[in-house]
């Protein structure tokens, strides 16, 4: 993993592996002005989401920021047939892997439970591909949900078979696909 880090860095920044799911070096606690994650809790599997974020939230100095960004796939008005049944794709497979596939709307409570103040929570709509009035970004969104899934898919094959078989068919099939 270490092989990732780049080589370049400016002298005021520092990578370091390490788990969520691990207790934390104790030099780190309460010592950062801001706490940023996103798009981590999946992985925490059968260790307990709140307490990950309840962990993260002491590595924060007294008067600093915890910044937490995770998904919620659920689809509304703007959602089109193949983003659909993408996110059933997506919630099944988080079930099957036990995790909640709605932690995000959960992580204001553990929040205000841990003792924060001023918690805010802030919800964006997501439009991917054809649904998104800028082609451009529509086009990102595809390359991005295909990037996803593709490592998806071979999960998906083993554990999920045959309730969603028809997505694996779909999402493999070369053609129109998601993006439409
Ligand atoms: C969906 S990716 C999100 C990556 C990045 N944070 C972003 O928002 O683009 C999930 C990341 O969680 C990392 N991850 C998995 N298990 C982890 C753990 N126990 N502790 C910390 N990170 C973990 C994976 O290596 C992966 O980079």
């Known amino acids: 993993m270490k092989s990732f880090f780049p080589s370049d860095l400016p002298p005021a920044i520092t990578l370091t ?24 809790l999946p992985a925490v599997r059968s260790f307990s989401a709140q307490d990950a974020v309840t962990n993260l939230i002491e590595l924060v100095n007294p008067g600093g920021w915890i910044q937490l960004v995770e998904a919620v796939f659920k689809g509304g008005l703007d959602t089109g047939p193949a983003m659909l049944n993408c996110y059933r794709l997506f ?5 099957i892997m036990g ?8 992580m204001r409570g553990w929040c205000e439970e841990a003792g924060l103040e001023d918690v805010e929570e ?8 054809a649904k998104n009035p800028k082609p451009e970004l529509g086009a990102i969104g595809i390359q991005n949900v295909r990037q996803a899934i593709s490592g998806f898919v071979g999960f998906a094959k083993c554990k999920c078979r045959p309730r969603l078989d028809f997505l694996i068919q779909f999402y493999l099939k070369p053609g129109p696909g998601i993006d439409k």
């Open 122 to 129: 802030r919800v964006v709509n997501i439009r991917v591909g």
């Open 99 to 106: 995790v909640n596939p709605h932690n995000a709307e959960l």
């Open 17 to 40: 592996i390490q788990s969520i799911t691990k207790p934390w070096p104790r030099s780190w606690l309460h010592s950062y002005d801001l706490v940023h994650q996103r798009l981590a």
């Open 91 to 95: 919630n099944e497979m988080f079930r």
